[in-house]
């Protein structure tokens, strides 16, 4: 063997071998930037409480709606009336926009409609809406357990100038309650 083909050899020995071990690299980075995402999604459960936004994902978004403390409580027993209350809500619009609208709506019914005025930000106090929105108690396990009573979703959705939405949704468990009507016996003779 001459000394030009040992070069050559080890000239694509060197090659092959740098080309591996970029490919190694590039297999890597990959799986390192893949694996966040797989783990975020999770195994498939009952959907959780949840934000969503809709825009262009290079385009400044409306800030998330902020809801916390969503709370069922029942203030008289024996009525079965229950009241939906949140500690606030709150939401702001991406730069040079304004909030327009702020709607909050429960098992499929609109119960709140809360109009913008040239605001970057708009903040509702539980307040504002107290005692809450009122929703039917229950029966105990109308929700699946047996001490509380039914449950009930809820959506909050906000739209800004810029054409931009988001909005926030889950559910809330509300306390056991039943109405109970005592009809007085009469006789007829």
């Excluded at 949840?50 to 027993?77: K, L």
């Excluded at 054409?163 to 889950?170: Q, T």
């Excluded at 309650?177 to 016996?185: A, C, E, F, K, Q």
């Amino acid at each position: 063997m001459t000394a030009g083909s040992k070069l050559t050899q080890r000239i694509g020995a060197l090659v092959a071998a740098v080309a591996a071990a970029i490919l190694v690299v590039g297999l890597g980075i990959h799986l390192v930037w893949e694996l966040p995402t797989a783990a975020a999604a999770g195994p498939a459960g009952p959907p959780q409480p949840g934000r969503e936004r809709t825009a262009d994902p290079g385009a400044p978004a409306i800030s998330f709606i902020e809801s916390p403390n969503p709370t069922c409580t029942r203030p008289v027993a024996g009525t079965g009336i229950c009241y939906i209350e949140f500690g606030y809500l709150y939401v702001t619009a991406a730069t040079n926009n304004y909030i327009l609208s702020m709607t909050v709506t429960i098992d499929d019914r609109l119960r709140a409609y809360h109009g913008g005025f040239f605001q970057s930000t708009m903040f509702i106090p539980s307040d504002m809406t107290a005692p809450g929105y009122r929703v039917s108690c229950g029966a105990p396990g109308s929700a699946g357990r047996p001490d509380m009573g039914r449950s009930h979703s809820y959506i909050i959705r906000a739209r800004e100038s810029g054409g931009l939405s988001a909005a926030n949704y889950g559910s809330v468990t509300c306390p056991a309650d039943v109405v109970r009507l005592y009809v007085p016996l009469v006789r007829h003779r």
